[in-house]
């Protein structure tokens, strides 16, 4: 597989994936170890609190685990993962009701009120999710994923073609199919694509 990590035994992820898949499930403390710190990092420009980031990691890994028998290699692991910590980081963000900043700090005093451009990525972050919601009923696994590294991951065009598989332009023809039909089936969608940087 194209785009895969590779560890010191020689095992790509698709191997690791089917190495655990298999029973070797002390194998999944390597994919732990190979992707903990970038989910960590992933949930920490997002979140801002050392805590909150460390429990949308764990969850992240939880939710791995479990899903882990769906994965179908249709996107590369990393992307996958990234999707769950995507919607991982959205609940939290839908559980606590605004942008989290740590009390303890006298700089985190001056940031409980949430700047209008954090408000609109909040925003756009739970847009977004309502938009996947809304194509995973709708549309195949593979095109959620384009909508995804496009509108979740601000990712271009080339960059998800390479990473599907897909010609550039069948990314587009996928992309404007899923527009077509969020504009038909989510209230106000159009400000909530711009939002996420469309």
Known sequence: ????????????????????????????????????RRVFAFALRRVSDVSDAD?????VFLQVYRSLPSYQGRASLATWIFGIAHNVTC??????????????????RSKLTVTPIAERRLDAARAVNKCTQTLARARTPEHLEIFRLFYGGGRPLRS???????????????????????????????????????
Do not use: W
Request: hydrophobic residues 30%; negative net charge.
């Open 1 to 36: 597989m194209t785009g895969t990590r590779q560890t010191d035994e020689g095992l790509d992820d698709r191997q690791l994936v089917n190495a655990i898949l298999a029973g070797e499930a002390e194998r999944f403390d390597e994919l732990h170890e190979r992707y903990r």
């Open 55 to 59: 429990d949308i990691t764990q969850e």
């Open 91 to 108: 609940r939290h963000y839908r559980g606590k009701g605004c942008a989290t900043v740590p009390l303890e700090t006298g700089e985190a």
């Open 160 to 198: 998800i073609a390479r990473a599907t598989g897909r010609p550039t332009d069948s990314v587009k023809d996928s992309l404007r199919r899923s527009r077509n039909l969020l504009l038909r089936d989510v209230p106000d969608v159009r400000s909530a694509l711009f939002a996420s940087g469309a």
